[in-house]
């Protein structure tokens, strides 16, 4: 594992990452975490617990700070549902660049161009390091919580990452003969107050499902029940039993999934430099919608299945 330690020294420069480059923004991915832990059994919860739930007088096993660790200087810690939000925030310099990778899955869609045989995503992608985190946690952990620690919050960011479909694709034209970054070179327009300039940006606002501003962090009271209201009207709206295809708990079919739908829905009906329709916005905000509960389900389950081997719930 990278040393996720340099991490604590160079907060200031991190927090400076383009919101462009992140995937479905903090609400989006703490509406993840939130669902997904809604559904941990309790063997589950209590790892989880263990790991991201910080004691009185402990120190977090995991934080960002702008320097070495005190409560004082300490900007940033987490818990079940903000560790979403990890990963992105410690994006942003060079220092971790080697990280930046592990947040999509560049699978060539060529437009109106031919295809080339030698095309494909990098070996180090998002699909790569969950199945890696897996794997590691799968052998009965680590024997050290913080590396635990580390990997659960991988997992929660990377499983919601593959779930947002521009995530998992790279649109190859005349224009981007190298692709366009999941939509980062696809501009468009849109209103001054929603800071979106291109499509991948829009995609990972949910289409505006939940405005274009998320809460501020640390949570307040009310950042936490409006998290939670959120995710009760998600897990409302697309329940398990309607949507069955998160027992599927293969990753590669979450990317492919995504893929699937970039080619059929984000990249459709609309043109670069253009404005979002009103039903290209609302089939962008369902489809985030049930992506987004699709992700929480998933992780949960895996999560079950890998603490203590519970099954998930039905």
């Known amino acids: 594992m990278l040393p996720v330690r340099r991490i604590l020294l160079a907060l200031a420069l991190l927090l400076s990452s383009q919101a462009s480059v992140l995937a479905w923004h903090d609400t989006g991915h703490m509406l993840v975490s939130q669902i997904a832990y809604l559904r941990l059994t309790p063997a589950a919860k209590a790892k ?18 702008a320097g070495y660790y005190t ?3 300490c900007e940033k810690t987490y818990d079940p549902v903000t560790i979403g939000v990890w990963m992105d925030d410690f994006r942003g310099d060079s220092l971790n660049d080697p990280y930046a990778v592990w947040h999509y899955v560049d699978i ?10 030698d095309a494909g995503p990098e070996p180090e992608n998002a699909l790569a390091r969950i199945n890696w985190a897996i794997g590691s946690l799968r ?8 590396t635990d620690a580390e990997l659960v919050g991988f997992l929660f960011h990377l499983v919601g990452d593959v779930h947002q479909p521009l995530h998992s694709v790279t649109r190859v034209t005349t224009a981007h003969p190298d692709g366009d970054a999941g939509g980062n070179l696809f501009k468009i327009q849109m209103p001054p107050d929603a800071h979106i ?16 501003v998320s809460p501020k962090r ?33 990753p590669h079919t979450w990317v492919m ?30 489809l985030s919608r049930k992506r987004l509960a699709l992700a929480g389900y998933r992780l949960a ?14």
């Open 71 to 73: 409560p004082e200087t």
């Open 108 to 117: 060539p869609f060529f437009d109106g161009v031919p295809e080339r045989a």
């Open 197 to 212: 300039t291109n499509l991948h940006a829009f995609w990972d606002a949910a289409g505006g499902a939940f405005g274009w």
């Open 48 to 65: 989880v617990d263990s790991l991201l739930v910080t004691q009185p007088g402990k120190r977090p096993l995991i934080y960002l700070c």
């Open 301 to 314: 389950g895996v999560l079950n299945e890998l603490f203590v081997g519970t099954p998930a719930k039905h």
């Open 257 to 286: 999934e995504s893929n699937a739908l970039a080619r059929d829905v984000a990249y459709k009906n609309i043109a670069e430099g253009a404005t979002p329709s009103a039903a290209y916005t609302d089939a962008a905000q369902k």
């Open 139 to 146: 052998r009965g952990t680590t024997g050290k919580d913080k």
């Open 218 to 250: 640390p949570l307040d009271k009310a950042g936490q029940e409006r998290i939670h209201a959120l995710a009760e009207e998600l897990m409302k709206e697309y329940p398990a039993d309607a949507v069955p295809e998160w027992k599927d708990l293969d």
